[in-house]
């Protein structure tokens, strides 16, 4: 069982150019996404997050159910679920602002224990910035590793929600010790800081950077580092596609028998490329269609 731990929201979509264009509803949030794609590929998946009791948090609820994943874990209130407002820039990209305040995930309390058969439990996103429910996480994510659980982060960074952005790089490095395998974006990396190097000496057994088009790299506590290239596509936009890259990374870590620091370490030159190609494709499925639309099993098996 691969544990997704995160918040749950709704992105509204512009459908048209323009600042008053309509706006579609569609289900997100970084962690949600990733548990979506996760089910959707096959691997034994359960949601630890806390929804709304809204129309809004019934539908994220149905979306999981949908592809498969474990809602057992989900905490409810009537609080708002929280929006998120998305913009598409002409090459795909998407840029958010967020409408947080006294939303239903904030609020999330760590559970006294992970669903029977954890494996690994996987973080990122607005909920690790976003208090209180933020040191909720932080104390599962500690928990989990301190454990032995495998444990995932791709802290997504979404610079608007966060108010002192030092505070925040050096609680990012505290996290490091308990994370197996870090994964971010080159400019999630660039606003960081840091090196590929400095946080695998803190921790985590490989570092996975992408590159959007330009594919991904694999940096491994050997010193060594692989990397693969981009899987050409029609961009639709790009919403979810790191989310897919972290579900097909967990999703081909479990099938190499390697979600645990040792084995992750022990993966070779070959293993990880051919991690990173498959979920290069993952990818690249998701941004050739509107909003986070990861990819079925049997696409990938397809394509």
Request: net charge negative; hydrophobic share 45%.
């Amino acid at each position: 069982m691969i544990v997704v731990a995160g918040e749950a929201l709704i992105d509204l979509v512009p459908q048209d150019a323009g600042a008053l264009a309509p706006l579609r509803p569609a289900l997100g949030g970084g962690p949600y996404n990733t548990a979506v794609a996760l089910g959707r590929l096959g691997s034994p998946t359960a949601f630890c997050s806390r929804l709304s009791s809204d129309s809004f948090g019934e539908a994220l609820l149905d979306g999981l159910r949908a592809a498969g994943v474990d809602v057992s874990a989900v905490q409810r209130g009537p609080e708002p679920t929280t929006l998120a407002v998305a913009t598409i820039d002409d090459h795909g990209s998407a840029a958010y602002s967020f409408y947080v305040d006294g939303s239903a995930d904030r609020l999330f309390t760590a559970p006294e224990r992970l669903p029977q058969g954890t494996r690994a439990v996987s973080f990122g996103t607005c909920s690790l910035v976003l208090e209180p429910g933020a040191s909720a996480y932080e104390e599962l994510m500690r928990r989990a590793a301190a454990e032995g659980v495998f444990t995932a982060l791709d802290p997504n960074i979404r610079a608007g929600l966060i108010p002192d952005p030092d505070a925040y790089r050096a609680r990012f490095k505290s996290w490091l010790p308990s994370v197996s395998l870090l994964k971010l974006s080159a400019e999630d990396a660039q606003w960081l800081g840091g090196t590929p190097q400095e946080w695998l000496a803190s921790g985590p057994s490989a570092v996975v950077i992408t590159h959007g088009g330009d594919g991904m790299t694999v940096f491994t506590r050997d010193g060594a580092q692989h990397s693969v290239p981009g899987v050409p596509v029609e961009v639709v936009d790009t919403i979810g596609a790191g989310d897919t890259v972290n579900a097909a990374l967990l999703h081909g870590l479990a099938a190499h028998d390697a979600l645990s620091p040792v084995a992750a370490a022990a993966l070779d030159a070959d293993d990880w490329r051919e991690l990173l190609r498959f979920a290069a494709r993952a990818a690249a499925i998701t941004c050739s269609r509107a909003g986070a639309e990861p990819p079925y099993a049997s696409e990938l098996t397809a394509s």
